[in-house]
């Protein structure tokens, strides 16, 4: 069977029993996106765009309800390289399917925040520096945003094709 084949039939099985797909296009082979929030998968792309290898030392992404806007964790039976991002209330919260454009880049904000987080991980100690890392990597990516970022994201058709203005 062909990965393009591969990939329809996980689609179509991810469809019916609801479950996060791999996603063929990501370096890493294990990131994971939930079927049908384009704004999450936009995400995903933005983030490649700023850095091809955004997603090393990222296992997966997997869009659930949660608390949070996403978060990660730590500790025994928990893996640190896995971001947890609740796509349906980033999605709402930047005006709902009205304003796709806003909400990848919320996501995309959000995934870089956990991220941040990850990369300060210490095998004995944990996540390292509380907020501060996942802050920083806000800041940077906000940074190449306004360094023509922004311009570059608009070139792309997962972005074009989500509604709203930015
Ligand atoms: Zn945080």
């Known amino acids: 069977?062909?990965?393009s084949k591969l990939y329809l039939f996980a689609l179509k099985y991810a469809q019916e029993v609801g479950q996060p797909i791999p996603n063929p296009e990501l370096n890493s082979p294990n990131?994971?996106?939930q079927p049908g929030k384009p704004e999450a998968n936009c995400a995903l792309e933005i983030?490649?765009?700023?850095?091809?290898?955004?997603f090393q030392g990222v296992s997966s992404i997997v869009v659930q309800p949660s608390a949070?806007?996403?978060h990660v964790q730590s500790g025994p039976g928990q893996d640190h390289t896995v971001i947890y991002l609740n796509a349906d209330r980033i999605v709402t919260e930047s005006g709902g399917v009205y304003n796709g454009k806003a909400a990848a880049l919320a996501?995309?904000?959000?995934?870089?925040?956990?991220?941040g987080h990850i990369s300060s991980f210490d095998q004995q100690q944990g996540?390292?520096?509380g907020e501060t890392p996942a802050e920083q990597e806000e800041q940077s990516f906000q940074s190449w945003l306004n360094?023509?970022?922004m311009e570059r994201i608009q070139t792309l058709p997962c972005f074009q094709n989500l509604s709203g203005t930015i």
């Open 31 to 33: 990131v994971t996106i």
């Open 68 to 70: 949070d806007y996403g």
């Open 147 to 149: 360094s023509g970022g």
């Open 107 to 115: 996501a995309a904000k959000v995934i870089a925040h956990e991220k």
């Open 47 to 54: 983030l490649k765009l700023w850095n091809p290898n955004y």
């Open 1 to 3: 069977m062909d990965f």
């Open 127 to 129: 996540f390292q520096g």
